[in-house]
C-alpha cells in the first residue's frame, strides 16, 4: 500500500488560524494510490536543509511545530529525532486518506512557545515499553550514531572515507551500511561498554540486509576473546545467536536464509536460554549453568564489527542496517511478530518506549523529498 509523501515549504507567513496565533511554514501533501480508503493513517514527514529554513523562529527541538488540517483542525501527531539545521521528523496521523486522491494538511509553528504537542499514544497502533536504547542512523553524522531510545548510548562510526558513505536509503529511512569495497573496511561502529550486556534478560533486535557475500561479520555483540553475547551472520545465509565465555558456550543458529532481502532479526538472551528469530523462523538452545555472565570481561558493544574491527572480508560485500534496538527484557513471540509486521520507532521524546505504527510489512511509504 504505497504512500507518496511530498512537504511543500512556502516560508513564514502569516496566517489565522482558529484559537492559535500560528504562522504557516506549508503544505504537506499525500497521495494515496490505492483502489480503497485509509483511516487515522500514520504519515512521515521528514523535514531536510533543501525543503525546510530551520530558523530562529522553529524551537531548537521543532516543539513549536504544529499540523492541521486545511480547516484548522490539529491533527494527532508526535514529532521524532529532530538535529536543528539539519533534519527533523514527524509522524502525523491523518484522519482519512480517500482512495486514488491527494490530501492536504498545514505545517504551522506557534511563537513564543516550546510546548510540544505531541502525543505518542494517539498516534500508535500499540506502544510497547522495556526498550534501552534504539539506533536508527537517522542523524545527519557520518561520525556518530546516536541512541534514539533515550538512554544516550551514542556510539562512534569507524573507517569513514570521503568516498564512503556511511547513511544509505533504507526502507524507512537513512540506514547505516558497512562493507569491505576496494581492500577498505567501512562502516561500523562502537557504543561504549554499560552493565545492560552482563545480565540477562535482554533482546537484541536489528532490520538488515545482509549480501550474500557476507562472512563472519558480527552484527552486534561484545564477543571478544571467546568471552561475550553476538549475533553473527556466517557466510551466504546463515544467522548464529552466542554467548560464550571461553569454556562454556550455547548457539542457536538459523541456515538457509534469503540473502540480499530484508530481514527483521530478533536475538533473546535470557539466563537460562537464547533464541533466535529471523523473519518467520526461530530456534533456541541451552545456557549451560556456569554461564551467569554474559559480558565477563565488560567489552564495548560493537555494530556490524567484529572483535578485530573488521565489517566484511569479501570485496564489494556489505551489511545495511534500518535499525538496531537493545532491549532491557525478553520480547515476546507475538511482540516479535508486531515488530516484524509493522513500521516501528522510538524517539527521546518518549524514552524507553517503541511506537508500533499500522504500516504493514507491505511498506506502505514512500518518502519524497521536495524543495
Known sequence: MPIIVS???IGEKSAALPL???????????YNPN???LNDWPVYVRFTQDNFSFSDNIHENGNNLRFRSLGGNLLNYF??????GEFGEAFVQIPTLSANSTTTIKVTYQPGTNNDLSNFSAVALQILSGLYAEWRFCHPSNYTIYDSGGSSWN?????????????????????????????????G?????????????????????????????QLIGT??????????????????ALVWDGDYSATAQLENLNFENWLHVAGLFDENYIALYVNESNTSAAVPSNITDFNPDNNLLRIE?????????????????????HWSRILSESEITLLRNHYSVATSRFPNKVCVLNWTEDKPQVFIECS
Not at 20 to 30: K, N, T
Not at 79 to 84: H, M, R, S
Open 7 to 9: 512537504f511543500e515549504y
Open 20 to 30: 492559535q496565533p500560528e504562522v504557516l511554514l506549508g503544505y504537506v501533501h499525500i
Open 35 to 37: 483502489s480503497f480508503d
Open 79 to 84: 514529532l521524532g529525532e529532530w538535529y536543528q
Open 155 to 187: 556510539g562512534q562510526i569507524i573507517y569513514l572515507s570521503e568516498n564512503y558513505i556511511n547513511k544509505t536509503t533504507g526502507y524507512f529511512d537513512i540506514a547505516l551500511q558497512s562493507g569491505y569495497e576496494n581492500w577498505v573496511d567501512n562502516g
Open 189 to 217: 561502529a562502537k557504543c561504549p561498554f554499560r552493565d545492560v550486556t552482563k545480565t540477562p534478560p535482554f533482546t537484541w533486535e536489528a532490520f538488515i540486509y545482509p549480501s550474500s557475500g557476507c562472512n563472519e561479520c
Open 223 to 240: 564477543l571478544q576473546n571467546q568471552r561475550g553475547s553476538q549475533i553473527y551472520i556466517l557466510y551466504g545465509d546463515t544467522i548464529r
Open 305 to 325: 564489527l567484529n572483535e578485530d574491527d573488521i565489517t566484511t572480508w569479501d570485496p564489494n560485500t556489505f551489511i545495511r542496517a534500518d535499525y538496531i534496538r
